[in-house]
């Protein structure tokens, strides 16, 4: 296959990233203003990508038609394996599919009850209404620990978010609740039935012991997972270079994502990522050939 397409949308020449949040998740900006901010930042292809909630899409696509860049439909799952929380991100899915909307139904179940026990947690420490505050900062229906992190600020126990995941809400702290998330195996089905990408999320960030951590990646590829994020903006840069390489050795597609939150996070940027390197396939090479699935889709502010 040569890099011409008869129906290309020149993507070769725009600027990607495909990992970031809006309030309908644990952003801090709306999906319109998240999408013109991207826009602003010179993005050109930009995957909403929200943690097991695709509510934002909708508003998403209808400013990225405004402004006539891209927007691919994304969603972050949220997995459990072998005792260790990691993020499958899906890229370019049928939103309406309904076998991923009944899991990402089930996660978020799971999550309002666990956010309910992470207040009542944290009330054993004297934190008053920690749920309600942080279900008052959440404004859509995901409740995260981004969202107690918040509370924890504005009522001046911790000074900053990180200070309040180290203090309160990270593993073995006061106001960890454990997870069962998904299946690793039912996050990729729920992804490729619904017609999309499967990308491993940030995978420097993982504690998995290096054995383990192979482990997971062959798991993920049985499974049906495709890609990894290559560039993210959790990354260092020798994680970056680390995972193109393995990338390359295991023929994983290559993904690129800022993990953008909002313009209150500093280390994670719109727009400052750096290019994918040589010898690493982008998961968006067939899209170039085949057209977004979103141009024809970005009708209406709703659906
Ligand atoms: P949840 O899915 O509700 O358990 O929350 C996970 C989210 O919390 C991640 O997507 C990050 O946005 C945030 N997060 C997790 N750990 C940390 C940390 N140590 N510092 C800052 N934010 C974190
Ligand atoms: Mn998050
Ligand atoms: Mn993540
Ligand atoms: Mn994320």
Not at 18 to 28: A, E, K, V
Not at 52 to 78: H, R
């Amino acid at each position: 296959m040569g890099n011409t397409c008869a129906n290309s949308v020149s993507a070769s020449a725009l600027r990607y990233d495909l990992h970031t949040h809006s309030i309908r998740s644990d952003g801090t900006l709306t999906p319109a203003d998240l999408v013109t901010r991207a826009h602003a930042a010179g993005i050109g292809v930009l995957a909403l990508t929200d943690h097991d909630v695709t509510d934002g899409i909708g508003e998403a696509l209808f400013t990225a038609n405004q402004l006539g860049m891209s927007l691919i439909a994304g969603v972050e799952i949220s997995v459990t394996w072998h005792g260790h929380t990691v993020h499958i991100v899906g890229l370019n899915i049928d939103t309406t599919h309904v076998l991923l909307q009944q899991g990402l139904a089930r996660l978020r179940a799971f999550r309002e009850w666990r956010a309910v026990e992470i207040g009542r947690r944290l009330q054993k420490k004297r934190i008053d209404k920690a749920y309600e505050g942080a279900r008052r900062l959440a404004q859509g229906e995901i409740v995260g620990r981004m969202h107690f992190a918040r509370f924890l600020m504005d009522q001046g126990y911790v000074r900053g978010h990180q200070q309040a995941f180290r203090q309160f809400l990270a593993r073995g702290k006061p106001g960890y609740v454990p997870a069962q998330w998904a299946e690793l195996s039912e996050a990729v089905t729920w992804i490729r039935s619904a017609g999309g990408r499967a990308v491993v999320a940030h995978p420097g960030r993982y504690t998995m012991k290096p054995g383990e951590l192979r482990e997971f990646f062959d798991t993920f590829q049985e499974c049906g997972g495709e890609a990894i994020e290559v560039i993210s903006g959790s990354h260092t840069a020798e994680a970056n270079r680390h995972y193109a390489l393995l990338a390359q050795e295991r023929g994983f597609l290559a993904s690129v994502g800022s993990d953008f939150h909002g313009p209150e996070k500093t280390w994670m940027t719109l727009g400052r990522l750096p290019a994918l390197p040589d010898g690493c396939i982008p998961v968006w090479r067939e899209w170039e050939c085949s057209g977004l699935r979103t141009e024809d889709s970005a009708l209406s502010p709703q659906s």
